[in-house]
């Protein structure tokens, strides 16, 4: 069956540190995948999405960027964390039938 | 423009009482809906899509495409349902496949 890792699970980093966030997703190939930002009253905000190997889709502009190294594998970065880059991420990939299944997420704190 | 509303931040009901919780979304394309689940310190999970008219631990969702909606509903709550709900809304075609959520409902559901 398909599972979906995510570390570490949380994060302190002071301000202008860089940032790096994995995701592995095992027992499918070639999926979909996409990164979440989810923040207390405002649901989730989709962040960047890949349909293959290095190929990234950013939905919104900010200070993060995203990498797809490999089939199974997603990365979150940031050179120089902002304040406002705190929050929780999701990693999440998507099945058969257009639904999509989440990671258990990393809290992140920029101090 | 695509857009998925969920009005109520908060619903708070007794145990046993109806519960409703109200979606509406915007799209010219023929839709796809989601609802999700995050029970306290646990990962979002899919409850139920409307493409499988399925009842999920006793919740059902109706697709009206004249009135834009996907109201989530079940007769009786149970203490247990206490919850955050999320309403998505897929985009798919070409090389676009992501979900756009609500900013959720949090189910309070009282002893």
């Known amino acids: 069956s398909q599972t979906i890792h995510q570390w570490p699970a949380t994060l302190v980093q002071p301000v202008g540190s860089p940032l790096s966030l994995e995701c592995t997703v095992e027992?499918?190939?070639?999926?979909?995948l996409y990164w979440y930002r989810q923040a207390a009253g405002r649901g989730l905000q989709l962040l960047f999405y890949s349909v293959g190997i290095g190929q990234i889709s950013s939905e919104v502009p900010q200070n993060l960027s995203a990498s797809r190294p490999q089939d199974r594998q997603f990365i979150l970065s940031s050179k120089k964390l902002l304040l406002s880059d705190s929050g929780f991420y999701l990693c999440?990939?998507?099945?058969?039938?257009?639904?999509?299944?989440f990671g258990p997420g990393t809290r992140l704190t920029v101090l | 423009a695509q857009r998925v509303t969920q009005p109520e931040k908060l619903l708070s009901v007794f145990k046993g009482a109806p519960v409703e919780l109200k979606c509406n979304y915007s799209y010219s394309g023929s839709p796809e809906l989601f609802w999700y689940v995050q029970y306290s310190r646990q990962r979002l999970q899919l409850l139920l899509r409307?493409?499988s008219r399925e009842s999920i631990k006793g919740f059902t969702a109706d697709l009206n495409k004249g009135e834009t909606s996907f109201h989530l509903k079940k007769p009786f709550a149970q203490e247990e349902d206490s919850a955050m709900y999320y309403c998505?809304?897929?985009?798919?075609?070409?090389?676009?496949?992501?979900?756009?959520f609500g900013t959720g409902t949090l189910l309070a559901v009282q002893p």
């Open positions: 409307h493409i």
């Open positions: 027992g499918t190939s070639n999926p979909n």
């Open positions: 998505a809304l897929s985009l798919h075609g070409g090389a676009t496949n992501k979900l756009i």
């Open positions: 999440a990939w998507m099945g058969n039938y257009n639904e999509q299944f």
